[in-house]
């Protein structure tokens, strides 16, 4: 027998639709900082899907896919329950930038897993979702992007690309996958999709769109392909019926970023674009002063393609300006 579906002040019977506000704290002005929640019940009983987005504020294309997303699922057709919380970090959301301004403990949302219900607002955020929807799931994919900063090209990112992790990765059936975010730093901490390992959900981040690209066909293009990695990941898990749209190979890659060193304007190299290919130490940008001087060269990190360009035209220290990756592997789609 299908079962309604609970979370604390919302309970969502068989083949229905019900929305929440989950209150984290008042506001100072006295509304509400809360996380808005999407439950779609399947009329027949199956896995929980748990779809994200927004948790950097400055993140918009999977908030759209997603919106779409629970536009269109019918709750009376779909077996299972999909949940989507369509901008997790709102305080970052309103204010157009990753992070809360005004956080002043612990500005990235996504280093902040599990949360800590006692802590600064972005923890008990963190602790609000972990605790009384992550720890439901039984699948989550997470939307990001490049945001205000830079482009990215696509790509899923997972804490394994092994066992449950992979058929995830596989579902999703976007072109590159990785579990290594940057190879130029320590694995990052606090990540939803380690602590969420943890409790054995495979959790695979889907990143795709950014500044540099905000033209209508732009965000289109972004918000389809979220949209078509969500309805595989939809069908593989028999949520929903229908053939997946995907390619017949994957691309394992490996990744690097390039951060700015100090700041100036951005000129690029010829032929520098998405998808390009580059070799170790070939100049990608030259960073000019407003007296004309060159700064510095941003070169290639290792040979590869070109998957992320800088979102503004100036460079400022510190910040990501490009991505390159190298295949590591090419596998089937489908496990054999
Ligand atoms: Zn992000």
């Known amino acids: 027998m299908p079962k309604a579906f609970e979370i604390p002040g919302l309970t969502v019977p068989p083949g229905q639709r019900g929305t929440i506000w989950l209150e984290v704290a008042k506001a100072p002005a006295g509304g509400v900082i809360g996380i808005p929640v999407v439950v779609l019940n399947g009329a027949r009983e199956g896995p929980v899907l748990l779809v994200d987005a927004a948790t950097h504020g400055d993140e918009y294309e999977g908030t759209l896919a997603l919106l779409a ?7 009376s057709s779909l077996r299972g329950t999909l949940v989507g919380v369509p901008v997790l970090n709102g305080l970052s959301y309103e204010a157009e930038v990753r992070g809360n301004p005004l956080e002043r403990y612990h500005y990235d949302l996504n280093r902040t897993f599990p949360g800590e219900p006692g802590g600064s607002i ?6 609000r979702y972990f605790t009384d929807i992550v720890k439901h799931a039984s699948a989550i994919v997470s939307l990001h992007g490049g945001g205000n900063v830079f482009y990215l090209d696509g790509f899923v990112v997972a804490h394994s690309t092994k066992g449950d992790d992979l058929d995830l990765i596989r579902a999703m059936g976007w072109k590159r996958f990785t579990d290594a975010p940057d190879m130029a730093l320590n694995p990052y901490q606090g990540t939803l999709w380690d602590k969420a390992a943890e409790l054995g959900i495979a959790t695979i981040v889907a990143e795709f769109g950014g500044a540099s690209q905000r033209s209508p066909r732009d965000i289109a293009r972004a918000k389809t392909e979220f949209l078509r990695g969500l309805r595989n990941v939809m069908i593989h898990l028999n949520m929903i019926i229908g053939s997946p749209d995907k390619p017949k190979t994957l691309l394992k890659i490996k990744k690097q970023n390039v951060r700015a060193g100090n700041g100036g304007v951005i000129d690029f190299e010829p032929n520098i674009d ?17 007296l004309g001087y060159l700064v510095e060269t941003i070169t290639a990190p290792m040979n590869g393609r070109v998957m992320a360009l800088p979102g503004s ?4 220290p510190g910040r990501i300006l490009t991505s390159v990756y190298d295949v590591i592997e090419e596998i089937p789609t489908d496990a054999s």
């Not at 972005?122 to 602790?127: E, W």
């Not at 390009?276 to 130490?281: C, F, L, S």
């Not at 035209?313 to 400022?316: H, I, S």
Request: aromatic residues 6%; proline residues 9%; glycine residues 2%.
């Open 274 to 290: 998405i998808e390009a290919r580059v070799t170790k130490g070939q100049a990608m940008m030259k960073v000019y002063d407003p």
């Open 69 to 75: 997303l629970l536009r269109e699922t019918e709750p």
């Open 122 to 127: 972005t923890q008990r955020i963190a602790a």
């Open 313 to 316: 035209p100036l460079a400022y």
